[in-house]
């Protein structure tokens, strides 16, 4: 017999960005979007998410179920211990002891980061197969899901940020620009021409992978883009046919409800 339960808590911890989400059954209640501190604490981490749940007359007891996709293992430590200290119950963590329930086709399963096939999961379910995930995060990833719904693989670049950064901090004379479209490709000043190898190089760089991915896949695929940096470089994208900025949350949704809710 399956545990009723009210609200879910779900959380997706990256390396830069953790990214929270309160759902009633499917009615997503609130979201927020926090930096990711490592060394932060059960204690602490309980003090921050009792302050936004309240931004929505919200508090822990309101919530029977906690779900979590995390690629930083102190994170996730902190994250059971607040689960088990204000919560008193166990939560379900993707890769831990909740299984994806999506085949791998990877030579080594164990490599493809929880945050990936819960985007698989996701994408699969809500606009079929075959399909690509971009996730534009630390690293932008691309992944490939077949048409049946196996994670066949995918592509990791340098994010735009960390990208970016490396760029300002290693070249004396060029400092930092704001990562909008800039007036056309070929700059003027050095701070357009920095927007335009930034802003056109990533839509290139996206594009040209999800080009050589479909032609893998068989010519044609469902491309669904995601991740905190999306934005920046969406809009000089020909390729990405859907944005779902919190595909990740609504993949743990979708796991919590097939692979726990129902048994």
Same mark, same amino acid.
């Given at each position: 017999m399956t545990r009723r339960w009210e609200m879910l808590l779900a959380i997706d911890v990256g390396n830069t960005h953790t990214v929270i989400g309160a759902y009633?059954?499917?009615?997503?209640?609130?979201?927020?979007?926090?930096?990711?501190?490592?060394?932060?604490?059960?204690?602490?981490?309980?003090?921050?998410?009792?302050? +936004?749940?309240g931004l929505k007359g919200l508090s822990f007891a309101n +919530?029977?179920?906690v779900i979590i996709s995390s690629v930083v293992p102190s994170a996730t430590m902190a994250l059971?211990?607040?689960s088990h200290k204000y919560w008193r119950f166990e939560p379900y963590i993707v890769g831990h002891n909740l299984?994806?329930?999506?085949?791998?086709?990877?030579?080594?399963?164990?490599?493809?980061?929880p945050d990936?096939?819960?985007?698989?999961?996701?994408?699969?379910?809500? +606009?079929?197969?075959?399909?690509?995930?971009?996730? +534009?995060?630390?690293?932008?990833?691309?992944?490939?899901?077949?048409a049946s719904g196996e994670y066949l693989g995918g592509a990791i670049a340098p994010g735009i940020?960390?990208?970016s950064r490396a760029l300002f901090s290693a070249a004396a004379r060029l400092s930092r620009v704001e990562l909008h479209r800039p007036p056309g490709v070929i700059g003027k000043n050095t701070a357009w021409g920095l927007q335009s190898g930034i802003i056109f190089g990533f839509a290139g760089q996206v594009d040209r992978l999800v080009e050589m991915m479909k032609e893998e896949?068989?010519?044609?695929?469902?491309?669904?883009?995601?991740?905190?940096?999306?934005?920046?470089?969406l809009p000089e994208c020909r390729t990405i046919g859907?944005?779902?900025?919190?595909?990740?949350?609504?993949?743990?949704r979708i796991l919590y409800k097939e692979r726990v809710k129902r048994g």
């Open positions: 009633r059954e499917d009615e997503l209640v609130g979201s927020w979007r926090i930096s990711t501190d490592a060394n932060k604490t059960g204690d602490e981490l309980a003090l921050y998410y009792q302050g +936004f749940l +919530f029977d179920a059971e211990e607040m299984d994806p329930g999506i085949p791998v086709l990877m030579d080594n399963p164990r490599e493809v980061g990936r096939l819960v985007n698989a999961v996701a994408a699969h379910r809500l +606009f079929g197969g075959p399909c690509i995930v971009v996730d +534009f995060g630390t690293a932008t990833t691309f992944d490939a899901v077949s940020e960390i990208s896949l068989g010519g044609e695929a469902e491309v669904v883009a995601t991740g905190g940096l999306a934005e920046v470089v859907h944005h779902d900025p919190l595909l990740t949350l609504t993949g743990l």
